[in-house]
């Protein structure tokens, strides 16, 4: 009863009225509030990056497993109906949310890459269902957003719960707000110093690591990355780049 109760607060339920009869149709909450709601609770900034309480999510994790049960409960038809914008917010809502999921099912650990094996990464761990199939994290991003969107900046909205990770929002992406939320997502990742700086001195950039693994996204990643700096010559013919070592440590909320 829990389940129907909390499926029905996390959904618009609609009467549709046919030569049949009546019946009961759900449509999905492009809104993505149910989401932004556990955000808001678990999510807390620390400067430019993000920490997320995984020990209070573990304890109360019901209004999580809600809203991800409302996107397992779409059909590839239902889901193929929907706006190039409204999927990719779903997409980019259902890796993060999931991403999540896979950390408090395994908490507490140090890192992420604690979850996974020698033979299999987190990412790779079929864990939930999509589209009425088993899925990971891993199809998501390669195998439907990057395969189907050319959105490079989706690389600064998906969150990995890692330290050198782009920072975990406080609110759900959502189809009417989602070029603003992705490109303020990306002026903030590349203007913090601690995963992505310059040295003038050296006419070097020094940036993630996402850059390096990633390059292929981008038609020109030092012109892409010189157009969101602030304070930055725009001209990429002087600058070298220079990728970071990545923290995966879990990014998680410490309470002194």
Avoid at 106 to 129: A, M, Q, T
Wanted: proline share 3%; charged share 20%.
């Amino acid at each position: 009863m829990r389940l129907v109760v909390g499926l029905m607060f996390f959904m618009h339920i609609g009467w549709c009225f046919g030569e049949t009869g009546t019946h009961l149709k759900a449509t999905f909450d492009h809104s993505h509030d149910a989401f932004t709601q556990v955000l808001q609770k678990v999510v807390h900034p620390q400067g430019r990056a993000s920490r997320v309480d995984y020990g209070q999510l573990t304890q109360d994790p019901v209004r999580l497993s809600a809203y991800l049960a409302t996107l397992s409960s779409v059909s590839q038809q239902q889901f193929d109906g929907f706006t190039k914008p409204q999927q990719l917010a779903f997409l980019i809502n259902a890796y993060n949310g999931y991403q999540l999921k896979l950390v408090i099912d395994n908490y507490p650990i140090d890192s992420i890459k604690d979850v996974g094996s020698f033979f299999r990464s987190p990412w790779d761990i079929e864990f939930f269902e999509l589209f009425g199939a088993d899925a990971s994290l891993n199809l998501i991003e390669h195998g439907i957003i990057r395969e189907q969107f050319n959105e490079p900046r989706i690389h600064f909205a998906v969150n990995c719960a890692s330290i050198s990770c782009p920072p975990l929002q406080r609110a759900a992406f959502r189809a009417d707000q989602l070029d603003a939320q992705l490109e303020a997502a990306t002026i903030n990742f590349l203007n913090d110093e601690s995963v992505n700086r310059v040295d003038t001195n050296s006419n070097r950039l020094l940036v993630s690591k996402i850059f390096d693994w990633y390059g292929e996204d981008f038609d020109d990643v030092t012109a892409f990355i010189l157009s969101k700096m602030q304070g930055v010559e725009s001209s990429n013919q002087a600058f070298k780049l220079d990728y970071l070592d990545y923290d995966w440590g879990l990014n998680q909320r410490v309470i002194e």
